[in-house]
């Protein structure tokens, strides 16, 4: 009896030990559970009451790059991770990804709030909540405080330059879509930024830039502006003042250093040292531009706000910066444009646009290339246009 009991507990030991080896072998074969979007319940003080999620692709490496994404009104987190086409880059450069997400108990229509005084200071409200995801995301995730940027569409994109003028310490670069310069509003009404623009020196945009952390000396971020030229929602004027405060802020000159044309009807335009560029989308209304696609340089779905005419996530991926400063095969280099002697014109507004060197938009004139409002589209009001590129023409002369 002994010796049968001995040997019925060997073989029940070693059915157990085939059964465990068994199981083994089938969670070593499990797949590995793919990365998602998810949200971060807890990453700081929160005083502007936003959602934060975060996406980390697989393999995520230490010092990684960080991009935190801003959507537009009426939008969240999920869609715009969803079609802005992030996640593909993110997967094949590895760099995480922080979505703030608005609510419509904080705005009714849940825009972020780039008008409200509260909310656009350094150190306060919405500002300072999406300053704390990108603390938390250093601490938790091992991200490069270094290589940190921000990109946002329209009342995200004013947000997204809400946090390049209060935390240039903390942004390398970042990209404003359809967006306003910072502190257009206030003191404008969000309207009259929106549907007129604010004309303002670059002098004096750059000067509320500054005053949003004052004695800052550091580096200044480097800034992508993207505009449709048919946008109704934040009329084109407010790419130009865009451009004018960070060619101002990063202290280069308004006139374009280089130009190139992009598919899509897209042109691009070079400040500086490459510190500022300009993308105007021909005949674009006001949203994100995607390119849905397998192509290197296709990205993103179609949507609301979403529209199919240029991946506007590669090109700002490359500008900063995140699949290891390797050059854009698909982008014709660009072409330096040496401007051709001024060329001075004084006539109506009406005949400033019958002769192609202004377009009207809200029973305004506004001046080819440089977006200047010019006044009035009429033939009562008068202005003189000076030509200092090509199609590109400066109010005065």
């Known amino acids: 009896m002994r010796r049968s009991s001995s040997l019925s507990t060997r073989l029940a030991g070693a059915v157990a030990g085939l059964l465990l080896a068994v199981a083994g072998l089938v969670t070593l074969a499990a797949p590995a559970q793919a990365a998602a979007l998810t949200q971060v319940t807890s990453f700081g003080s929160n005083p502007g009451n936003l959602a934060m999620y975060a996406y980390r692709p697989d393999n995520l490496p230490a010092n990684a790059p960080a991009v935190v994404l801003l959507h537009g009104c009426t939008q969240n987190a999920a869609g715009y991770f969803a079609n802005s086409g992030w996640q593909k880059y993110a997967d094949q450069w590895k760099f995480a990804l922080i979505v703030a997400q608005q609510s419509s108990a904080n705005q009714s229509l849940s825009c972020f709030n780039w008008y409200t005084e509260g909310d656009i200071s350094r150190g306060q409200g919405e500002a300072l909540s999406i300053k704390q995801m990108v603390d ?226 809200g029973g305004y004139a506004y001046a080819n290339g440089s977006n200047q409002r010019m006044g009035l589209y009429n033939t009562f009001y008068s202005s003189t246009l000076k030509q200092t590129g090509p199609n590109y023409w400066v109010v005065g002369c």
């Open 136 to 361: 938390h995301a250093r601490s938790a995730y091992g991200t490069d405080a270094d290589r940190v940027f921000v990109s946002g569409l329209s009342a995200g994109g004013a947000m997204s330059a809400v946090m390049l003028a209060t935390y240039p310490d903390v942004f390398a670069a970042g990209s404003v879509i359809a967006g306003l310069p910072y502190r257009c509003s206030p003191p404008a009404s969000t309207s009259t930024c929106q549907y007129s623009g604010v004309d303002k020196s670059p002098a004096t945009w750059g000067d509320l830039v500054r005053a949003a952390y004052p004695g800052y000396t550091g580096r200044r971020p480097r800034v992508s502006i993207w505009h449709g030229t048919s946008d109704t929602t934040v009329v084109p004027a407010n790419a130009t003042e865009s451009r004018d405060q960070w060619t101002n802020v990063r202290g280069v000159s308004q006139t374009p250093s280089s130009t190139a044309s992009l598919p899509g009807g897209t042109s691009l335009e070079v400040y500086g040292n490459d510190d500022v560029r300009l993308y105007r989308v021909s005949g674009m209304g006001h949203g994100t531009p995607v390119d849905p696609g397998p192509g290197a340089d296709q990205c993103g779905s179609t949507a609301a706000y979403f529209l199919d005419t240029i991946c506007s996530t590669y090109r700002d991926a490359l500008f900063f910066g995140l699949n290891g400063g390797g050059t854009d095969p698909t982008t014709p280099p660009p072409t330096t444009t040496p401007p051709p002697a001024p060329t001075c014109v004084t006539a109506t507004n009406y005949a400033h646009v019958t002769a192609g060197r202004a377009y009207q938009s």
